[in-house]
T-cell receptor, first 115, second 113 residues
C-alpha cells in the first residue's frame, strides 16, 4: 500500500520567504508527527497531531513555525519568514495509534535550503 | 532529562560479519520503548526493531537483534551476516509516556566487500 508521502522533496527559499511543506500520512493513521533533521544529526521532534488535534507543539523552535491538520489526514508545516538556520530536512511520520510501542512510518522528507 | 547517546559516529564491518551498534539511554520513566531505525542515503527512516522496557526477552527481527541490558540502560543493535545494503545511518530512539520520540545522533555503518 501507499506509504507516507511528502512534497515538495526539495525546496530552496530566499531568507524571509514563507514556505509550506505537505505531508500525506498513511490512510487511517490517527497519529502524525513532524521532525526536523539537521545535517549529521538525528531527527528532533517538532509537533504531534492526533487526528485534527495538535496535542503537542513543544518542539516548534519559534512562533514562525506553524502546523495544521484540519481534517485529520493531510498535514502542512508552514515556516514564516525563513531564516538560514531553518535549513534542514523536515520529516513527517504517521502511526496507526499513539501507543508506546507503535511503529512510526516515515516519509522521504523535504529538504529545505534557505539562502 | 531524557537522552539517547550513540558514541560511535562511524563503524566499519566486513561483509558477512556481525556488527554491534551501541546505544545508551537515560530516563526516569519506568515504562518506555526503544527503537532502532535505518536511514539510507535516500533519506527515508526505516523501522528495524522495537524493545519494550518490560519485555523480558531481547527482541529479534530477522538479522537484527537488540541486546537490552536494563540495569545498564543500554540497547545495542546487533546485525548478523552484514550485507552491502546495510550501509546506512542507524538511529536509536526512545519513546516514553508522552508524544515525543527522542533520537540519538546516529552511527554511520560502512559494510566492506
Amino acid at each position: 500500500g501507499a506509504g507516507v508521502s511528502q512534497s515538495p522533496r526539495y525546496k530552496v527559499a530566499k531568507r524571509g520567504q514563507d514556505v509550506a511543506l505537505r505531508c500525506d500520512p498513511i490512510s487511517g493513521h490517527v497519529s502524525l508527527f513532524w521532525y526536523q533533521q539537521a545535517l549529521g544529526q538525528g531527527p528532533e521532534f517538532l509537533t504531534y497531531f492526533q487526528n485534527e488535534a495538535q496535542l503537542d507543539k513543544s518542539g516548534l523552535p519559534s512562533d514562525r513555525f506553524f502546523a495544521e491538520r484540519p481534517e485529520g489526514s493531510v498535514s502542512t508545516l508552514k515556516i514564516q519568514r525563513t531564516q538560514q538556520e531553518d535549513s534542514a530536512v523536515y520529516l513527517c511520520a504517521s502511526s496507526l495509534y499513539q501507543r508506546e510501542q507503535e511503529t512510526q512510518y516515515f516519509g522521504p522528507g523535504t529538504r529545505l535550503l534557505v539562502l | 532529562a531524557q537522552k539517547i547517546t550513540q558514541t560511535q559516529p562511524g563503524m566499519f564491518v566486513q561483509e558477512k560479519e556481525a556488527v554491534t551498534l551501541d546505544c545508551t539511554y537515560d530516563t526516569s520513566d519506568q515504562s518506555y520503548g526503544l527503537f532502532w531505525y535505518k536511514q539510507p542515503s535516500s533519506g527515508e527512516m526505516i523501522f528495524l526493531i522495537y524493545q519494550g522496557s518490560y519485555d523480558e526477552q531481547n527482541a529479534t527481527e530477522g538479522r537484527y537483534s537488540l541486546n537490552f541490558q536494563k540495569a545498564r540502560k543500554s540497547a545495542n543493535l546487533v546485525i548478523s551476516a552484514s550485507q552491502l545494503g546495510d550501509s546506512a545511518m542507524y538511529f536509536c530512539a526512545m519513546k516514553t509516556g508522552g508524544f515525543k520520540t527522542i533520537f540519538g545522533a546516529g552511527t554511520r555503518l560502512f559494510v566492506k566487500a
